[in-house]
């Protein structure tokens, strides 16, 4: 049989990533800790005032956590789940198909590093940015690597 190297020239990648424990534990670390900074915060008010202030303080902070868990780490209704990476040879540029139809670029500020991805894509009818946070925990390993070829390659053709 011949088989032909898995390359970008000939590959489409499909994302579905899943529950991330990395990502989980990166993120109760972040929102705890700012919980804690805002009990050890001293405000030059009254107790009342002060003890109100931190109130909505931690109330802004627990809704960001329930928001960020919710389409961050869950990806309940993110526009990026379940997108398609097609390389297109016509253009020597990399296509994303969104499962919402539209289509979208490889948005410069994507990184790639062996143990993170953010994918960051500009959507072609608005000049919308969205991006994804995938860690290697979320993905297969082929996959994850052939995402950052896909990363890399596209930050080669950007201005």
Do not use: W
Not at 42 to 66: D, E, M, R
Not at 126 to 152: C, E, G, N
């Amino acid at each position: 049989m011949n088989h032909e190297p898995l390359t970008i020239k000939n590959y489409s990648l499909h994302l579905e990533p899943r529950f991330s424990k990395r990502f989980a534990i990166i993120l109760t670390i972040q929102y705890c800790g700012a919980l804690l900074c805002l009990l050890a915060l001293t405000l030059p008010l009254t107790a009342q005032l002060a003890l109100c202030v931190k109130f909505c303080i931690g109330f802004l902070v627990l809704a960001s956590t329930f928001f960020t868990i919710r389409r961050d780490l869950l990806l309940i209704n993110h526009p990026l789940y379940g997108c398609v990476l097609v390389y297109d040879e016509d253009t020597n540029d990399i296509k994303v198909q969104l499962q919402s139809k539209t289509k979208a670029k490889i948005a410069p500020g994507s990184y790639s590093h062996p143990q993170l991805i953010v994918l960051r894509l500009k959507h072609q009818e608005k000049s919308q940015t969205d991006a994804l946070v995938i860690f290697p925990d979320a993905l297969d390993i082929q996959t994850f690597r052939q995402l950052r070829v896909f990363i890399r390659h596209s930050c080669d053709q950007l201005p």
